[in-house]
């Protein structure tokens, strides 16, 4: 089974990145080159323990649809989804988080299962793990910019309120 590991670097609150992690319309938008949305979902908000959503991206020229459940939910240091319907034979995607003197250090492990038995394996090490690596660091680079970016404006947001900075 091939197993994608991305680490990211952020200079926001590990909280912050967790909470960015877990938001579906961010998700979409941070792989919006796939064209990637929301089509269902239980409960409303940030994803949970138990929350089910439903993504619909073209993929390779085809629409497609990935259901997924968040099954493993420990605040703010970890989530973890697993796929229950889709194109693969299996996805697992833990999503961990720890601090770190620059903020927040963010680990993608990514775990999936080609269908088509070994035609499928074949196409995993050909095109898929390349194709998907390049999906999650897009996805983090992504929360990454939005996340300093948010963080950078709460900051200068927090010295104009004490005074420390004056606007003219």
Do not use: W
Not at 16 to 37: I, K, M, N, W
Not at 54 to 77: D, K, N, S, Y
Not at 159 to 167: C, H, L, P, V
């Amino acid at each position: 089974m091939p197993t994608i590991r991305v680490e990211t670097v952020i200079n926001a609150p590990i909280e912050r990145c967790f909470d960015l992690a877990r938001d579906p319309d961010l998700h979409a938008r941070s792989v919006a080159q796939t064209g990637e949305r929301v089509v269902s979902r239980t409960g409303s908000g940030l994803l949970g323990l138990g929350d089910v959503v439903t993504f619909e991206a073209r993929h390779f020229g085809v629409r497609q649809r990935l259901t997924a459940r968040i099954i493993r939910f420990e605040p703010p240091h970890l989530f973890e989804d697993r796929m229950v319907r889709g194109a693969f034979r299996s996805v697992t995607h833990l999503h961990a988080f720890e601090r770190t003197e620059a903020g927040t250090r963010m680990v993608d492990t990514f775990a999936y299962e080609a269908p088509l038995g070994p035609l499928g394996a074949l196409a995993a090490r050909l095109i898929l793990t390349r194709y998907l690596r390049r999906l999650l660091i897009a996805r983090a680079a992504f929360l990454k910019q939005h996340a300093e970016r948010e963080h950078a404006a709460s900051i200068a947001q927090d010295a104009r309120r004490s005074g420390a900075i004056r606007e003219r």
